[in-house]
């Protein structure tokens, strides 16, 4: 067994003495909310993903909030998502007064799919056709850093006039269709929390090719005032006098943050490169054992991102295998408690456990294992050692 000293965990964040630098030369310029260095890493990850707009942000969950709430979604509304995410993606539509509609995912990606979709609006339609009318927006997440089938998707969304945004928290840099996910519908949402492929410590990025949009979302993201509020103090005249337009929200990125983002997005390839080199090993250990589901690979012109490796436990009991990791010095997580299985959406909605049975089967059968650009090619051996004896143990 390993000692505690050796223990790995989970995830790291990648962070070296260039990021460390950016920060304290942010700090030195006496900078230390948003400023220049936010505006400069908005322009840089709008060229990276060849986008016109990208709105910095100090959450995921800020991001999407902004982005429903650019698109008019408000109280009566209904946005359709999927079961198997965060809470975020769901709250976010609470906080408008809206309400949520979930769809079951894909066996094998664990995503929403066409058809999932298509059983879902069936279902809402025969039950609730009244409440089938209000249904306004959908929220594709791309789980793990593997896409969903966007061009099926977005298919239905003009059948039905809903508008799309994407939870990319997971996505970069993966893509859809030979595109980058996030650029394909009306707005799309990165997270650059710790645990993710690039990081600002905390923070967000929406993104978009409706200026009209990004317009709004800027505006809202601070207090609904109608300049930028670095502008207001580098300004040669008036720079006291701005306007609340709306009653807006406080979602901006500090620049101390934005310097470290873009440092890190700088490094996002070699970063990206080092996560997959891990899931390929990952791939190849365990492609010959029946115990285990492995991710389903994406069409040869796709990215997966790989900000999760998440295998399937088919004849062992999941939470023995985690405690069996754990003894062993590593660390693992669970990816994700379905929101219908949580007492809020539970019973808001009524839902019930059986009710999304793809959803909840995943569940019971995930783990995650550690995936992150840090680990050495002794960490993923230990890894992969580690697998294997967990699993004898936790064979039922």
């Not at 249904?135 to 809903?162: D, N, S």
């Amino acid at each position: 067994m390993e000692t505690p000293e050796s223990f790995l965990p989970f995830a790291l964040p990648d962070i070296g003495p260039e990021e460390i630098e950016a920060v304290a030369e942010s700090l030195r310029s006496g900078w230390v909310t948003t400023g220049p260095r936010a505006r400069a890493f908005e322009e840089e990850f709008a060229a990276h993903l060849g986008v016109p707009e990208a709105v910095a942000v100090n959450s995921a969950t800020a991001g999407l909030h902004l982005a429903l709430e650019a698109l008019g979604i408000g109280p009566g509304d209904l946005v359709l998502t999927t079961t198997n995410t965060f809470t975020a993606t769901a709250e976010v539509v609470r906080y408008l007064g809206a309400d949520i509609v979930l769809a079951d995912i894909d066996d094998r990606t664990m995503n929403l799919s066409a058809t999932t979709v298509r059983q879902a609006l069936a279902e809402l339609d025969q039950t609730a056709p009244e409440r089938a009318a209000r249904l306004k927006a959908m929220i594709p997440v791309h789980f793990g850093g593997q896409a969903c089938p966007m061009e099926e998707l977005m298919a239905i969304a003009a059948e039905r006039g809903l508008r799309v945004v994407e939870d990319a928290a997971h996505a970069l840099p993966c893509t859809a269709g030979g595109q980058p996910a996030g650029t394909l519908g009306d707005v799309g949402v990165f997270s650059f929390y710790a645990t993710k492929t690039m990081t600002t410590g905390e923070g967000g990025m929406a993104v978009t090719a409706d200026r009209d949009l990004a317009a709004r979302m800027r505006r809202m993201r601070l207090h609904g005032i109608n300049r930028e509020v670095w502008d207001r103090y580098v300004a040669r005249s008036a720079s006291w006098y701005y306007e609340v337009v709306a009653p807006g929200f406080k979602y901006n990125l500090p620049d101390p943050a934005a310097a470290m983002g873009r440092v890190q997005l700088r490094r996002l390839s070699a970063m990206w490169n080092r996560r997959r080199t891990i899931a390929e090993r990952y791939l190849e250990a365990f492609a010959q054992d029946p115990r285990l589901i492995l991710p389903w690979p994406v069409r040869p012109e796709d990215v997966h991102a790989w900000h999760l490796f998440v295998v399937r436990l088919v004849r062992a009991d999941r939470d023995r295998f985690v405690e069996g990791m754990a003894r062993r010095g590593i660390g693992t997580s669970v990816h994700f408690i379905p929101l219908h299985l949580h007492p809020y959406w539970r019973d808001r909605y009524g839902y019930r456990p059986e009710q999304f049975p793809v959803a909840l089967r995943s569940y019971r059968q995930s783990v995650s294992l550690p995936i992150y650009s840090r680990m050495t090619d002794g960490d993923v051996e230990r890894v992969i050692a580690a697998v294997f004896q967990a699993l004898d143990e936790a064979e039922e």
